[in-house]
């Protein structure tokens, strides 16, 4: 039973994590439909950028989340891991949803509304003010913790079918597993797309990816697999990239299923071929890499907070676009990594954003 941690999964989820701090600093100047909670000038390649991320990277994070519950459960009874679940999800959600979130939406209540009124008179109106959920122009939203949401749900949903599968004691003949059967997985979130489908974020289809790193990638066999065939998977994965780069979204105008499955395979692709080369390339715990496991997670609460903040500010007094997106970009980073140490200071809620 490989019940120990690996390095090469932590490395991969706080790179992930970093990943976020451009993805959403691309969102200010995307060019699709959707608005965000500060807008800019249109820029194209941040929607190239967008589309060739957004199809992998939050399948990946639940992914490990689910690698993650298997470590955890080979060394929680269910009842501790249900606390373990409440107190890294759930209260770390409600405090951001607090104490986090409502700047963001006073943020787009000012730059969309023009609004003139107070912080705490906005605080009132996000949790009154009739909205979609995503808070771009003011109102109740859990934001980017939508993730610890799902993570919560998913976690809970997900636990009978894990105990139900260790009662009956019948494990899946992992080890006959080729690359092509595990490249042919992407048919099973993909199928799950359509399962509480709620604005684009299915339940379905991230409790399919949490529990594939639950049953499926948190094995040696497979992961081994996967390393032995990274160069194949690379150059498998550039020639679907490509593919979906110059069909992907032209395709929906075709054919909604054609478009899905092509989605579904880069998606998949994109998947396997990180844990191939992460298992190769970044199974290493130095300083860094045990700080930034440490200190991912706060990262992550913390980081679209600045990037809205700095975007309202660079956008008001600097006119030059692309050194808008630059500024945007490394000051929100700056300001959520000090402010990350700041309130690790701070004894009472210094537990809501480290990893325990």
Same mark, same amino acid.
């Given at each position: ?12 989820? #706080? ?27 249109? +820029? ?10 957004? @199809? #992998? ?7 490990? *989340? ?35 979130? @409502? ?21 009132? +109106? ?15 939203? @859990? ?19 894990? +105990? ?44 399919? #990816? ?41 395709? %929906? ?20 071929? %990180? ?20 200190? *991912? ?60």
């Amino acid at each position: 039973m490989n019940s120990s941690r690996k390095p090469y999964i932590d490395n991969i989820r #706080w790179i992930t994590v970093l990943l976020l701090f451009p993805y959403h600093t691309f969102r200010v100047y995307d060019g699709f439909d959707e608005s965000f909670y500060v807008k800019g000038t249109v +820029l194209p390649f941040t929607s190239y950028a967008l589309g060739a991320v957004w @199809p #992998w990277i939050m399948p990946l994070l639940f992914l490990i *989340s689910g690698i993650g519950t298997y470590y955890s459960l080979h060394k929680r009874t269910v009842k501790e891991y249900l606390i373990e679940r409440t107190q890294r999800i759930f209260i770390p959600l409600v405090f951001g949803i607090l104490f986090l979130v @409502p700047l963001q939406t006073y943020i787009a209540e000012r730059f969309h509304n023009t609004y003139e009124g107070g912080y705490l008179a906005q605080y009132v +109106l996000f949790f009154t003010k009739p909205t979609d959920l995503t808070g771009y122009f003011g109102g109740f939203t @859990p934001a980017h913790l939508w993730f610890l949401l799902y993570l919560f749900v998913i976690s809970l949903v997900a636990l009978p079918i894990i +105990l139900l599968a260790e009662r009956i004691k019948k494990s899946i003949p992992i080890e006959k597993f080729t690359l092509p059967v595990i490249l042919s997985l992407f048919l099973i979130p993909a199928l799950s797309q359509v399962i509480l489908d709620i604005d684009g974020k299915s339940v379905g289809e991230y409790l399919a #990816w949490f529990l594939f790193g639950y049953f499926l990638f948190s094995k040696d066999v497979i992961l081994n697999l996967l390393e032995k065939h990274r160069f194949i998977l690379l150059g498998i994965f550039a020639v679907f990239a490509i593919i979906y780069a110059v069909f992907g979204f032209t395709l %929906i105008d075709y054919s909604v299923i054609l478009y899905e499955v092509v989605y579904g395979v880069y998606a998949h692709l994109a998947i396997v071929t %990180i844990l191939g080369m992460g298992k190769a390339y970044l199974n290493f715990s130095g300083s860094i890499s045990k700080y930034m496991t440490k200190s *991912s997670f706060g990262i992550y609460l913390l980081h679209q907070q600045w990037i809205v903040v700095t975007a309202y500010f660079a956008l008001t007094y600097i006119s030059n676009t692309p050194l808008q997106l630059m500024s945007i970009l490394l000051s929100s980073m700056l300001l959520t990594f000090a402010s990350y140490i700041l309130l690790t200071n701070i004894p009472v809620i210094k537990r809501v954003f480290t990893k325990v």
